[in-house]
T-cell receptor, first 115, second 110 residues
């Protein structure tokens, strides 16, 4: 596997379900990100992890819970979601923010539908 | 609040023409600038980045940066139907994460 991978690619869940999204990067990066992309909206940064430590949480509701066990893996745990949470969830990785060089590489995304 | 503005389009150009995509940003401290291409239903793909004022060319793509005007653009020469996608501009202040624009949809007609 190369680059950034995400599983599952598609997920349909009810509002009472609990599910997790997984991201893995094979680029040797130390920063990982979760983004939400809804129709006709810009990419919304959700969480940033830098060397496994969460460095940014953009006022994301607590029904989204991230986990970063190491620099290569990132999870997004989901529970009691709302229909408006239906979106494309993208994981990205980069070298740590700083120094002006921050090219981010994205995974293929998980298309989430909340019924 | 940092803002990155792009015309949502669609920008329609005939095959073989030059497509010009524009982006303005609000934060004067921004240091690096990125262009991503996103096909419908797919994730963004990095195609160009630029850090210094002036032009940077890579194949059919040219990125142009004018920090005084807080303006960055992407030119696509000899546009092909396969270039039809949404182009996202992203800006980084150096010690911060990226701020993305909403993207410009480009349609290249055969």
């Amino acid at each position: 596997e190369t680059g950034v991978t995400q599983t599952p690619r598609h997920l349909v869940m009810g509002m009472t379900n609990k599910k997790s999204l997984k991201c893995e990067q094979h680029l040797g990066h130390n920063a990982m990100y979760w983004y939400k992309q809804s129709a006709k909206k810009p990419l919304e940064l959700m969480f940033v992890y830098n060397f496994k430590e969460q460095t940014e949480n953009n006022s994301v509701p607590s029904r989204f819970s991230p986990e970063c066990p190491n620099s290569s893996h990132l999870f997004l745990h989901l529970h009691t979601l709302q229909p408006e949470d239906s979106a494309l969830y993208l994981c990205a990785s980069s070298q740590p923010p700083g120094g002006g060089y921050n090219e981010q590489f994205f995974g293929p995304g998980t298309r989430l539908t909340v019924l | 609040q940092k803002e990155v503005e792009q015309n949502s389009g669609p920008l329609s150009v005939p095959e073989g023409a030059i497509a010009s995509l524009n982006c303005t940003y609000s934060d004067r401290g921004s240091q690096s600038f990125f262009w991503y291409r996103q096909y419908s239903g797919k994730s963004p793909e990095l195609i160009m980045f630029i850090y210094s004022n002036g032009d940077k060319e890579d194949g059919r793509f040219t990125a142009q940066l004018n920090k005084a005007s807080q303006y960055v653009s992407l030119l696509i020469r000899d546009s092909q139907p396969s270039d039809s996608a949404t182009y996202l501009c992203a800006v980084n202040e150096g010690y911060s994460t990226l701020t993305f624009g909403k993207g410009t949809m480009l349609l290249v007609s055969p």
